[in-house]
């Protein structure tokens, strides 16, 4: 079974150290891993009692409806009505979103390119993203 938060945390710290030692393209791959597993953490939290902490498959019945978002923040916010309410709320957050879902395509796709994004675009990347962990820890907290 998937440790969500236990690849957040880890993910996070790969960041930082990716990010220092100015490795971009990494950075924002990892970056992007970080806030797909904060959201489907956050999703596995908010199930009823009784239900398992697994997604719901055609050969698993977690006794909840939820299947794995896979890749996508739309696709995860979907399984989420009040967090994707409350990001609706804030353009700025859905800024952020995809800033770092879609830095220079899809983040997933980042980690077949080859050439590191410049200053400016790193800038605002790593801007979105750090704005957008502090958003969505402290509304972890909250739903």
Not at 58 to 78: F, K, V
């Amino acid at each position: 079974m998937e440790d969500y938060h236990a690849a957040f945390l880890q993910r996070t710290m790969d960041v930082t150290i990716l990010d220092t030692n100015g490795r971009r393209i990494a950075a924002i791959y990892f970056g992007g891993v970080v806030i797909e597993c904060l959201l489907k953490h956050i999703i596995l939290n908010s199930l009823p009692k009784g239900a398992r902490k697994e997604w719901k498959t055609d050969t698993c019945d977690p006794g909840h409806t939820i299947t794995n978002p896979g890749h996508s923040y739309q696709e995860a916010l979907n399984r989420h009505n009040r967090l994707r309410s409350r990001i609706q709320q804030f353009p700025v957050v859905v800024g952020w979103l995809n800033d770092v879902e879609n830095p220079e395509g899809h983040f997933i796709n980042m980690r077949y390119a080859g050439n590191e994004p410049d200053d400016e675009k790193y800038k605002r990347w790593v801007k979105s993203y750090r704005s957008l962990m502090g958003w969505l820890r402290a509304q972890a907290t909250k739903l």
